[in-house]
């Protein structure tokens, strides 16, 4: 019997990946659980096992080619395993955040077992109308059941006409090109040209930067940090990280102070629920890190970064970093962020505004410290000229969730934070 194998669902809000490499070929048998194909999803390299024992009859994808959850990708010949895949087997590396957002291949409807993938504001919304998920057809991708379906199926149990509803318009960014963009000339008339592929990390990131910009009114508030306390206390005890194995940049006293400014501001550790009208405040505190990779930008979280000593923190960022470098980091470690920090004072980058990391609602941009003249008051009225360690940094915001007078007093907190590190920072050590 030949049965299809298809893209699984390889965790929440990923719907699409790149093939990077098929190690198998046609005619070769193949056992369950051997590692049959290698795609990029979601800015993280995943090798999808095999559900089957048996012979790979027929390859459908090569390397190069972008698939979807749900298409075909291979059909296998010989074994006892039946038709229907498994998707939460298939999907084994890495698991999804949540066992009934992992199905890809799903009952049909009317069958009362298994997952159905819905989102959780669809499930609440069942759980309110009194329906069951499994009796209701699906209309989204990849099989998934919408709030259009679940209100669909209870107005017929019901024998009420179908409110109306606006037709789902999908984000901005769905589609790769802009729409209604002209038709771009011909520009090998002027001169030789190349063309590069767009996809993979640039293909995935221009998705999410057009989805950021399209719907985030971006706000920004600019201040500098006098950190030159800081940078003699980093150095202090820099020997003493390397040994354990991290590194003490200023990214590391960045990440404490920002969990100390969203403890105080929690709105800032947030994301805009529009479809329910809803703020939802996260208490948790997994923040984001930009990393510049030789592939494009990626953006690994720190986890509970408040429950975490700067040693700690030390050794975590700088093993994640090289991870990421590396292409090693699995879909799991670039989801769950809640605010997101990106320094480009590695590269000699000053003020700049980074764009906010949807579904989030602020990200802090950072510059190089640069010595610079600053004015300081000795007594009153006696005023010198000193030279101080500045940096530079930009707070992004949604303003539909925040203000300005917000971002003020967050930066403050901030500021004041790492300006005088002894007091916070000296136990965590």
């Known amino acids: 019997m030949s049965r299809s194998f298809k893209l699984p669902d390889l965790g929440e809000g990923i719907h699409e990946g790149e093939v990077l490499a098929v190690p198998v070929t046609v005619g ?34 090569k390397p190069g080619d972008i698939v979807n959850v749900g298409d075909v990708m291979m059909t296998f010949s010989g074994g006892d395993e039946t038709e229907t895949v498994d998707a939460e087997k298939a ?32 499930r609440r919304l069942a759980r309110e ?32 006409p179908e409110a109306p509803a606006a037709t789902p318009k999908p984000p901005a960014a769905a589609a790769a090109p802009v729409a209604g963009a002209p038709e771009l000339p011909d520009f090998s008339r002027w001169g030789t040209v190349e063309r590069i592929a ?12 057009s989805l950021a910009w399209s719907q985030i009114p971006h706000v920004n508030s600019q201040d500098v940090v006098d950190v030159t306390k800081l940078e003699a206390f980093r150095h202090k005890h820099k020997a003493e990280i390397e040994k354990i194995g991290g590194k003490l940049t200023l990214t590391v006293f960045a990440l404490k102070a920002i969990a100390t400014a969203l403890k105080t501001y929690p709105n800032f550790n947030a994301s805009l629920d529009t479809a329910n009208s809803e703020i939802i405040i996260k208490h948790y505190y997994n923040i984001g890190v930009a990393v510049n990779t030789d592939r494009g930008l990626i953006v690994p979280v720190v986890r509970d970064v408040d429950r975490k000593s700067i040693k700690e923190l030390a050794v975590e960022l700088n093993d994640l970093v090289q991870r990421t470098r590396d292409g090693k980091t699995t879909v799991e470690e670039l989801q769950g962020g809640t605010f997101t920090i990106t320094n480009a004072g590695a590269m000699g980058g000053g003020f700049f505004a980074p764009i906010i990391n949807y579904p989030e609602v602020a990200i802090l941009g950072a510059g190089q410290a640069r010595m610079q003249p600053v004015v300081r008051e000795q007594e009153k009225g006696d005023f010198v000229i000193v030279p101080r360690l500045m940096m530079p940094v930009a707070l992004c915001i949604d303003h539909r969730v925040l203000d300005g007078a917000d971002a003020i007093r967050f930066l403050k907190v901030l500021v004041e934070t790492l300006e005088d590190p002894d007091e916070l920072l000296i136990s965590m050590i």
């Open 198 to 209: 767009f996809r993979s990390i640039r293909r995935a990131t221009a998705k999410q930067m």
């Open 91 to 122: 999907a084994a590396a890495p698991a999804p955040s949540t066992a009934d957002e992992a199905a890809a291949a799903h009952p049909p409807a009317g069958r009362g077992t298994g997952p159905v993938p819905a989102s959780p504001a669809t």
């Open 129 to 160: 109308l009194g329906v069951d998920l499994h009796l209701v057809t699906p209309t989204g991708p990849a099989g998934l059941v919408t709030a259009e379906d679940v209100r669909a199926f209870a107005a017929q149990a019901t024998g009420e």
């Open 28 to 61: 070769q048998e193949v056992q369950e659980n051997d590692i049959i194909l290698e795609v990029e999803t979601d800015k993280a390299a995943v090798e999808i096992p095999s559900p089957y024992t048996g012979t790979i009859q027929e390859i459908l994808v």
